[in-house]
């Protein structure tokens, strides 16, 4: 099945980096400074199509499906879920960016893309020129701060992370529907109004295959148990993320709630980064597709501040 061109004029790209392939769009000034933008849960890389082409007029810009998502390669599971960890999606990145010629690289990431991208702060910040992270809090934050209002609106993080078959089975009865009511539910609007057609085209193709929904239920078993002991190892040791890092929270996404309405998640993050800005944009959880203009009004200048 063809699906529609969301990029057009960017080189499409299927790259080997290692245990998996990753599929990419590519566009901008060949030789311009280089960002990645990868995407979040239940998504691909077509939710960057109403920002890629902006940024594109003076970045060279990679927008990628991440391992087991869209059309990137779905890896062979492992213990402990190791094969969907943020090092793991990390290190991918980081393979992917230099074989398409960029050693260094700045980083934007929403949803479970933002956390790969606090990972990598973490793990290989000399590959970095900043961070821009979108609508999250830490991971072991979110987990901690599991109370009952909040575990209600974010339910999806204890049933995709229980014991296979189980969230696997029943999303497979209807793929479709849980994808659809998962987008409209964290948007303001609590419908599908803010997605373009062809995105939805996309998210659908992907979400049809149970090799991709098994891949995404494994994203979020890691998130429940190595990706918080990799970030409480660092959270133990003193570790702080030292990339110049933005965070963008909707003024009614799912950070949010996270016990920290006064100023917003920047609070939280403060423990984590040595150098932190940012600030909310109207709308839900999906930004970039609810409210491109002003995400891209806050990241925009970021990024021409941090562009190597």
């Given at each position: 099945m063809s699906l529609p061109d969301l990029y057009p004029g960017f080189e499409t790209v299927t790259v080997d980096v290692g245990e998996v392939t990753l599929f990419a769009r590519v566009g901008g000034p060949v030789g311009a400074p280089a960002v990645v933008l990868v995407h979040g849960y239940p998504q691909s890389h077509a939710m960057w199509h109403r920002i890629a082409p902006k940024l594109a007029e003076t970045l060279r810009v990679v927008v990628v499906d991440l391992r087991g998502y869209g059309q990137s390669s779905v890896p062979a599971p492992e213990e402990r879920h190791a094969q969907m960890s943020k090092r793991r999606m990390g290190a991918d990145i980081v393979a992917l960016m230099a074989k398409l010629g960029a050693e260094r690289f700045a980083f934007v990431g929403h949803d479970r893309g933002a956390r790969v991208g606090y990972r990598l702060g973490f793990d290989q910040p000399e590959r970095l020129t900043g961070l821009v992270l979108i609508d999250i809090v830490p991971t072991p934050v979110m987990w901690e701060r599991m109370d009952a209002t909040f575990s209600r609106k974010v339910y999806h993080w204890s049933f995709l992370a229980q014991a296979a078959p189980v969230p696997e089975t029943l999303i497979a009865k209807a793929p479709i529907e849980h994808l659809f009511q998962t987008l409209a539910?964290?948007?303001?609007?609590?419908?599908?109004?803010?997605?373009?057609?062809?995105?939805?085209?996309?998210?659908?193709?992907?979400?049809?295959?149970?090799?991709?929904?098994?891949?995404?239920?494994?994203?979020?078993?890691?998130?429940?148990?190595?990706?918080?002991?990799?970030?409480?190892?660092?959270?133990?040791?003193?570790?702080?993320?030292?990339?110049?890092?933005?965070?963008?929270?909707?003024?009614?996404?799912?950070?949010?709630?996270?016990?920290?309405?006064?100023?917003?998640?920047?609070?939280?993050?403060?423990?984590w980064c040595e150098t932190l800005e940012g600030g909310p944009v109207e709308g839900g959880h999906f930004l970039a597709e609810e409210n491109p203009q002003a995400t891209l009004a806050l990241m925009q200048p970021f990024l021409a501040r941090v562009a190597d």
């Open positions: 539910g964290w948007t303001v609007d609590k419908d599908l109004s803010a997605f373009d057609p062809g995105a939805l085209a996309h998210y659908r193709a992907y979400f049809r295959d149970p090799a991709r929904i098994a891949a995404c239920c494994e994203d979020y078993r890691a998130g429940a148990t190595i990706d918080v002991e990799h970030d409480e190892a660092d959270r133990r040791a003193g570790r702080r993320i030292t990339v110049p890092t933005q965070i963008i929270w909707g003024s009614v996404g799912l950070p949010a709630d996270a016990k920290a309405r006064e100023s917003g998640p920047l609070v939280v993050w403060r423990d």
